[in-house]
């Protein structure tokens, strides 16, 4: 018995062991016949973008661009004359700051007719040929649209003051509380303070009463409670439509409702006083605005306008019309303007102030770790982001963070997932201006500031006009004088300058333009960590195709980092485009264990695809 179970169990091991080595020499076969390689990983399916998903889009302050008729004032027959440059920059498409019938007391933002062209930038003709030319080009182009006010000089304010039928509530109009101190003294309906400064209510003698302005006394609050109001604005947008925009740069959405005094028995409310000690009454920052901004009301009326406006797509083919909003409001409030959790869509994005209110000089590299992922966590799936380091209202970003970081900065905005947005001058690092207060004309600095604080509120300094060229006014005008000075520095700080010299940042915008076309940019994964308080690292990667890591140190002093500390980065790698001071250059090889990278140094980094 025991003699046969030792024969079975050696016979089981001598056949176990030839199943082995069979199955040894056919796996030797066949990875022999194989050349002992796996299959080489498929590409991923790529999915088309649309226009919009990806693009470069560039704002256009009209009146700093380029002056065609020698009166110191940008217009449009300048911007058509320079739409090369665009082409030149890799962009893709435009919005212009508004272009509108205006008296100009806040530059275009006070509209008196919103289907004309003002006569400071020329005729409808001018802007019909812009648009042509643009088309021809393959550029999109986008109007700025300003729904929540007019101008006190439009013709529907001067009817509703005078209590036209059919305007009598086109603005939002109330009755003066009593002064219980004083019966003859008008108080007015709550305490609102207006974002330029005073009370958010000007009384009209000719009614009888005050109505509301959240910004300038000259730019009244349209009552989005009328049905008439918003009928109105829908026309609007459908006659710009209708000469072939391709969409809107929609203004100040967070101020268009307000409290319903029918919820409050009858009046407007006051807004709860912040206990701020160093606001009087009459400041910004004395009250905190409950009744004025981000009421939830007025997402419902962004959702219309993005019904409206993929409707008028289905009715008239062609490319997607775009709807891009503009508010300041906390991440929760923004991303309300994607759409909401029912289904509802709104706009195509909601633009990403991040880079502009939440970082500085002084921020670190988790810091903008911490706000890069913050957006990228919050936005609804399968949104598009979008990125931006400035516009018409803040001060460049060359002046809030240190010049050394002007190339990181561009990267980072061209680099990350989504759309890049570029203000005027950015491409080349323009700076701030240096306005005085008697060359001042911003309505903000003007109604907030005195000669001694009106830099603290004025948005002249970042809306000088651009530099063409070292020639007389920059290039911008052969006018003796310009709307707002030239900045000192454009001898030093021009685009004809930088498309000749070997490094500058106008070479390196367009290096990363045209990086951004490729597939990891425009449909591939990212990962942002931070290497050190200095340093951070953003990597776009997709499987079969180049990855690109980008490093950048926000710091003013040196730091080495590790790179096998980078995620996804398999070395050696190649040098794309580095920050102008670097010294590194295009085509360098990266393969050492550390890398030392100067104060504000970034090197974009062309590697291996990922397995």
């Not at 069979?22 to 226009?51: H, K, Q």
């Not at 209110?357 to 979008?386: G, H």
């Not at 776009?540 to 710091?555: E, H, I, K, S, W």
């Amino acid at each position: 018995m025991h003699s046969n179970m030792r024969a079975f169990g050696i016979t089981a091991i001598v056949v176990f062991g030839a199943g082995l080595i069979a199955g040894a020499i056919t796996w030797a076969v066949l990875a022999t016949r194989n050349n002992r390689s796996p299959p080489p990983p498929s590409p991923p399916d790529i999915i088309e973008l649309d226009w919009w998903e990806h693009c470069v889009l560039y704002q256009i302050y009209p009146r700093s661009f380029k002056d065609s008729d020698a009166d110191g004032i940008g217009d449009l027959k300048g911007i058509t004359s320079e739409l090369e440059h665009f082409k030149e920059a890799g962009v893709d498409a435009m919005w212009m700051s508004p272009i509108f019938e205006s008296p100009m007391v806040d530059f275009g933002y006070d509209i008196s007719n919103f289907y004309r062209i003002h006569h400071e930038y020329g005729t409808m003709e001018d802007f019909d040929d812009l648009l042509k030319k643009a088309h021809e080009l393959g550029l999109k182009v986008l109007l700025d649209f300003v729904p929540n006010h007019a101008s006190n000089q439009s013709d529907y304010f001067i009817r509703s003051e005078a209590r036209e039928e059919g305007y009598e509530d086109f603005f939002v109009w109330a009755d003066a509380l009593e002064d219980p101190d004083n019966a003859s003294n008008r108080l007015p309906p709550s305490n609102w303070v207006s974002q330029f400064g005073g009370s958010a209510w000007e009384w009209s003698e000719a009614r009888r009463q005050f109505y509301l302005h959240q910004f300038a006394i000259e730019q009244p609050d349209f009552n989005f409670r009328n049905p008439a109001v918003k009928d109105e604005l829908i026309k609007i947008m459908k006659f710009w439509l209708d000469k072939g925009v391709d969409g809107f740069r929609v203004d100040a959405l967070p101020y268009m409702m307000e409290a319903d005094p029918a919820d409050h028995g009858g009046r407007y409310p006051d807004d709860p006083l912040s206990g701020l000690a160093q606001f009087e009454p009459h400041q910004l920052g004395y009250t905190i605005p409950l009744y004025t901004k981000d009421l939830i009301e007025l997402y419902d009326i962004v959702y219309e306008w993005r019904e409206f406006i993929d409707q008028y797509l289905k009715d008239n083919k062609g490319s997607t019309r775009v709807l891009f909003s503009e508010g300041y409001a906390n991440v929760s409030m923004t991303m309300l303007y994607y759409g909401n959790e029912e289904g509802k869509l709104g706009a195509h994005f909601p633009f990403n102030f991040d880079f502009v209110k939440e970082l500085s000089y002084e921020s670190n590299a988790r810091d903008f770790t911490y706000t890069i992922l913050r957006w990228l966590t919050y936005m609804p799936a399968k949104a598009v982001a979008n990125w931006q380091t400035g516009n018409h209202d803040n001060n460049r970003a060359p002046s809030r963070f240190r010049e050394n970081m002007v190339d990181g900065l561009t990267a980072l905005n061209l680099l990350l997932p989504g759309v890049a947005v570029t203000y005027q001058g950015e491409e080349i690092g323009m700076r701030d201006g240096f306005v005085s207060w008697e060359d001042t004309v911003d309505v903000e600095a003007l109604r907030r500031g005195n000669n001694e604080t009106y830099m603290q509120y004025s948005r002249d300094p970042c809306r000088t006009p651009y530099h063409w060229n070292n020639s007389t006014n920059a290039g911008f005008s052969t006018h003796n004088s310009t709307w707002l000075p030239v900045a000192d520095d454009y001898k030093e700080i021009n685009l004809a300058k930088q498309m000749e010299d070997a490094r500058s940042h106008f070479k390196v915008y367009q290096t990363l333009v045209k990086l951004r076309k490729e597939k990891a940019l425009s449909h591939g994964e990212y990962l942002v960590r931070a290497l050190s308080d200095r340093t951070f690292y953003l990597v776009r990667y997709l499987r079969t195709f180049d990855t690109v890591v980008m490093l950048f140190n926000v710091a003013d002093q040196p730091d080495t980092v590790v790179l096998r500390r980078v995620l996804k980065l398999d070395l050696p790698a190649t040098v794309v485009v580095a920050s102008i001071h670097s010294t590194r250059l295009a085509g360098d090889t990266i393969e050492g264990e550390n890398l030392t990278l100067a104060a504000g140094e970034a090197v974009i980094l062309r590697a291996n695809p990922v397995p």
